[in-house]
Every structure is written in structure tokens, then in C-alpha cells.
């Protein structure tokens, strides 16, 4: 049975043996932590994202092979890509790792926050280059969001129209989400991708109590709050967009934004 005080002990033991392998390593110039143990926010429950850098020529999903089997014994895969892997240990421990050649690296805010394992200088300088960075809120961002919002806006009525029960509850997830990202792109902070809501309802989260409050008031969902809730998501994410566009300096249109909401409703006399 899994006892939470001991993942710390776990976690460290398995970075300790992440660490020595890619220090004997000779394939590997490059090595650091980002995530929680890059910031040093790190909980009973955090990841490893671990980040290596290797030589050219060496194969990226080899050396992922290499790596996984030698630092421990892991339950299962989540997934394995090029250069992407999730690993679930033993001891409950996720690995997230991402193998990087040179010509793949460039300053980002990614790497404001990490803990260098092993350099030959180049994280050091990628570090260095990243402090002044700061999240950048694009047009394409901006309305990617906005139009996945719409377009989930119009597939609510649908479902609600068919009483598929499931679906509307999985669409108003989704909403949500939409709207956080909102809020986050609000704060100059980067969203989460689609479907992860790590970090957004804890201690590291970028929301406010109100926004919290918000997100709990319809958790768990229910369906007699259908019509109130796409009343208050609409006034949320109309006050969310304008304020980025004004801001950011960002193409929105309100009509439009209108139009959306102006031609559907939610209440029972419909």
C-alpha cells in the first residue's frame, strides 16, 4: 500500500540515480530538472521532468530505452515518442523525459526555472538568455482559445438538446478550462494544453479565490444550473477576451462574441 510521506524519499532516490547515469554518460553533453524541482515548488505528488542533451548522431528513442531501464523498475508506459516519454514507476513515481539534440535548443521562459545536472556550458547560457523573457500573448493563442470556446458553446446545446448526459459534462469541462486559459493568458501566464488541469485548483495556481470559488460552484456539474451557468461563462469570458485585446493588443470582436451568444438559449421555455 502506498504511503504519501515516503514519494519524497522515493523521488529523490530515483533523480539520484537519473543524475549519476547521465554524469557517466558520455553521449549525453546536457541534463537538468524543469517542472516543480526546477522551481523548487516541489509537493508529495510532483513529477520528475527531466531534460537531456545529446551529442549528434545518437539516437533519441535509444537512449530514452537506456535511460528508463537503468534507473528503475517502472509499472508502465504512459508514452513513448521521439523524444517524449512518461514513465510510472514501482514506487509511484513519474518520469517525464524529453531528449533534445542542440539544434533544438533556444532561450525560452521554459528555462527561467531548472536545475542543472550536467552542462558544457550550453544550459548555463540558455539560462542566462531566458531571465529577461517573458510569456507572450499571440493573436494565434487568442483565438484559438476564443474559437474553441465557441465552437463548445454551440456543441453544449447540441448535447443538451439530445440529453446526452455524459457529453455536456465532459463540453462544460471544457468550457471551463477555456476560460481559465483566459485568465491565465490575462495574467501574461502560459496555459496548460487542452484537457490538463494540473496545477489550476492548488497552491501553484495563477487564479485568484474568486476565479477558484467560481470553478467550484459548478463542480461537480448540475444540470438544472445549465442556463445560469451560460449566462456567467459568457459575462466571465466576454470581460476575460477584452481585457487580453486591450492589453495585448489583440483583434477581438465583441459582434461577434455576441452573435454567438444572441443565437442560442439555454432556458427550458425555448
Known amino acids: 500500500m502506498l504511503v504519501d510521506s515516503n514519494l519524497p524519499v522515493e523521488r529523490d532516490k530515483l533523480q539520484n540515480r537519473f543524475a549519476r547515469l547521465v554524469k557517466e554518460d558520455s553521449d549525453i553533453i546536457g541534463a537538468y530538472y524543469s517542472g516543480s524541482i526546477g522551481d523548487k515548488t516541489e509537493d508529495y505528488y510532483s513529477d520528475i521532468n527531466a531534460r537531456i542533451i545529446l551529442k549528434p548522431g545518437i539516437l533519441l528513442e535509444e ?5 528508463i531501464s537503468a534507473i528503475g523498475d517502472f509499472l508502465f508506459v504512459e508514452l513513448f515518442d521521439y523524444n517524449h516519454s512518461i514513465i510510472h514507476y514501482a514506487t509511484f513515481i513519474k518520469l517525464d523525459l524529453m531528449v533534445y539534440t542542440l539544434e533544438m535548443l533556444e532561450p525560452s521562459i521554459e528555462y527561467k526555472y531548472i536545475e542543472i545536472i550536467k552542462d558544457d556550458g550550453t544550459l548555463t547560457d ?17 483565438d484559438v482559445v476564443l474559437n474553441q470556446y465557441y465552437a463548445d458553446y454551440f456543441n ?3 448535447a ?3 440529453n446526452e448526459r455524459n457529453h455536456i459534462e465532459s463540453i462544460i469541462l471544457s468550457i471551463k478550462q477555456h476560460l481559465v486559459s483566459m485568465w491565465y493568458l490575462s495574467k ?15 497552491d501553484k495556481s495563477h487564479l485568484s479565490h474568486l476565479e477558484k470559488e467560481f470553478l467550484l460552484s459548478y ?7 445549465l442556463e445560469n451557468f ?9 470581460e476575460a477576451s477584452e481585457k487580453i485585446a486591450v492589453y495585448d493588443g489583440l483583434h477581438f470582436s465583441r459582434p461577434n462574441f455576441m452573435k454567438v451568444h444572441d443565437r442560442i438559449s ?3 421555455e425555448v
Not at 63 to 67: A, D, F, G, H, M
Request: charged residues 30%; proline residues 3%; aromatic residues 12%.
Open 63 to 67: 537512449k530514452q530505452r537506456e535511460i
Open 126 to 142: 540558455l539560462h542566462r538568455l531566458s531571465q529577461s523573457m517573458n510569456y507572450v500573448v499571440t493573436q494565434e493563442v487568442f
Open 156 to 158: 453544449l446545446y447540441r
Open 160 to 162: 443538451w438538446r439530445r
Open 188 to 202: 501574461g501566464a502560459k496555459p496548460n494544453e487542452s484537457d490538463d488541469w494540473r496545477q489550476y485548483e492548488g
Open 219 to 225: 463542480t461537480p456539474f448540475d444540470i438544472e444550473e
Open 230 to 238: 451560460t449566462r456567467e461563462i459568457s459575462i466571465l469570458m466576454l
Open 266 to 268: 439555454f432556458s427550458e
